[in-house]
Nanobody, 130 residues
């Protein structure tokens, strides 16, 4: 069973940067995965922010200028860890950030439909003070 553990959240100020980590375990060798980052703020719907292929060569970002300009997803293959770096944080970025994983048929595949993600972490809370 795939397990995902997020870390790196906290209380920060407007304009700060954060790097969130998602470490995967229980992976099946010879299986490829797409790892995505999501967030959900209080009273808001879940947002699919970004995803990355198992090779790290393929990426997807939410089609929103603010996300594409400030969020960067990356992967450390040696550690089975995916990172989400966020710069210029704003109060509206406050949310629970969590990662999801699903299998893909090729090492460069990125899954961009959030409802197909099968494994979920519990998340790490990010609070941005104004």
């Amino acid at each position: 069973q795939v397990q995902l553990q997020e870390s790196g959240g906290g209380l920060v100020q407007t304009g700060d940067s954060l790097t969130l980590s998602c470490t995967a375990s229980g992976l099946t060798s010879s299986t490829y995965y797409s790892i995505g980052w999501f967030r959900q703020g209080p009273g808001k719907e879940r947002e699919f922010l970004a995803a990355i292929s198992w090779s790290g060569r393929g990426t997807y970002y939410m089609d929103e200028d603010s996300i594409q300009a400030r969020f960067t997803i990356s992967k450390d293959g040696a550690k089975d860890t995916v990172y989400l770096k966020v710069i210029a944080l704003k109060p509206e970025d406050s949310a629970n950030y969590f990662c999801g994983a699903t299998t893909t048929t090729n090492i460069d595949g990125v899954i961009v439909t959030d409802h197909t993600y099968k494994f979920w972490g519990r998340g790490t809370q990010v609070t941005v003070s104004s």
